[in-house]
Every structure is written in C-alpha cells, then in structure tokens.
C-alpha cells in the first residue's frame, strides 16, 4: 500500500512549480522573495489534504495553532503567512 504522506509530498512538487511561478500576482506577495511564502503554500496544501471536506471557516483557528508546529514555517508569525496558507488550502480545495 502508497504511504498517503509520501503521495503528499510528491503531489507538493506541482504545487511548488505553481507558487513559485504565481505568488506575485498575489496582493499580499510585495517585495518578499517565493522563498519567504513558500512554507504558507506547503501548510496550506498539506493542511487541505488533513481537513478534506471542512471549510476554512470551521478550521482556522486549528490552523493557527498548529502553524507554530508545522517543521517547514521558519521564523514567519501566523498573521505574517495566512494569506499564502489560505491560497494554498483554496487552490486544492478548487477554489482558486
């Protein structure tokens, strides 16, 4: 049996490609390099994964939280990066 957490990682690949091309037609990109949102994609991909079916509404408050656990965040505070996790969550939900 495919370990899910692998398929995830693999599937991450496309959506970094993605990022890395378009984060800057976002309004909140500014001057900060792909590299500084770059953790906020990944959350937000992984965290749509977890949460398949529920709505960011109903979840953002467990997404903060967990934020300051997540390996990949850096330095960046949870106000700093929710936009991009919110683009990475809506992008696999089909939102965006």
Known sequence: MADPNRSAVMDWTAEDEYWRTNYRNRPYAGSQSYDYYQPGYRYGYESAHR???KKWDDV????RSGWDRFEHRGERTWDQIKHAV???WDRLMGRR
């Open 51 to 53: 949460y398949l079916g």
């Open 86 to 88: 919110r683009d990475g």
């Open 60 to 63: 953002e408050s467990d997404l």
